[in-house]
């Protein structure tokens, strides 16, 4: 059973708005994630870090941003909500195990921009 | 380059049926492949995964998935479906490089008719 959690699980927020999603995990991964996911459409990686003071941003371009201070914790912040960014957020890290990194995925926060 | 393609974004079939998803995928390296579960509410689970051994991998839940290159595929199989196996899941692909980015597939929705 993988460790990671996300809060909050679910999100509703006006326009303009500054929020913070949290994402820990106990399992001393050094290597984090942050995807967005849509219904019918492939997960996309918005953010990664591959340790502490390590961030990178993903495939799909994001008005996001994250930070990565302490190994367990990995959140992400939007500076000013908009309609677009409604989505639903996993958070996952991974470890390698044999000759692959096996990702564990957070429950998740689906978030809603009015 | 590497990507996935999922065959149907709906499966229905019977309790008790043989259950089939089917995923082909493509890269210029030797791929790893991976299957994934996302119920209801939850972030993604691994069921399996291949990684260059062996080329029919048993997974969790009674689930496997053979890995076909001539086909470039890598279908996942049940015999016996079950209520529970209702969920959604993502076959995915990743390089065999240092960093071993992935790439998910869009998904197919498993239900499951008593």
């Known amino acids: 059973e993988a460790d990671i959690y996300q809060t909050p699980r679910y999100l509703v927020i006006g326009t303009g708005k500054k929020i913070t999603l949290e994402c820990s995990q106990t399992?001393?991964?050094?290597?984090m994630y942050w995807y967005q996911q849509d219904p019918g459409m492939e997960l996309h990686l918005i953010h990664y870090?591959?340790?502490?003071?390590?961030?990178e941003k993903g495939d799909l371009s994001s008005e996001s941003t994250v930070s990565r201070i302490r190994t367990e914790h990995f959140p992400l912040t939007l500076e000013s909500a908009r309609p677009s960014h409604t989505s639903q957020y996993l958070c996952?890290?991974?470890?390698?195990?044999?000759?692959?990194?096996?990702?564990?995925f957070g429950p998740g926060t689906r978030l809603t921009v009015l | 380059a590497q990507s996935v393609t999922q065959l149907g974004s709906h499966v229905s079939v019977s309790e008790g049926a043989l259950v089939l998803l089917r995923c082909n995928y493509s890269?210029?390296?030797?791929?790893?492949l991976f299957w994934y579960v996302q119920y209801p509410n939850q972030g993604l689970q691994l069921l399996l995964k291949?990684?260059?051994?062996?080329?029919l991998v048993k997974g969790i839940n009674g689930f496997e998935a053979e890995f076909k290159k001539s086909e470039t595929s890598f279908h996942l199989t049940k015999p016996s479906a079950h209520m529970s196996d209702a969920a959604e899941y993502f076959c995915?692909?990743?390089?065999?490089?240092?960093?071993?980015?992935?790439?998910f597939g869009t998904g197919t929705k498993l239900q499951v008719i008593p």
């Open positions: 890269s210029s390296v030797p791929p790893y």
């Open positions: 291949y990684t260059s051994a062996a080329t």
């Open positions: 995915a692909v990743s390089d065999s490089g240092g960093y071993q980015k992935v790439t």
């Open positions: 870090s591959y340790g502490v003071n390590s961030t």
């Open positions: 996952a890290s991974s470890e390698r195990t044999g000759l692959t990194d096996t990702q564990y």
């Open positions: 399992m001393g991964h050094d290597k």
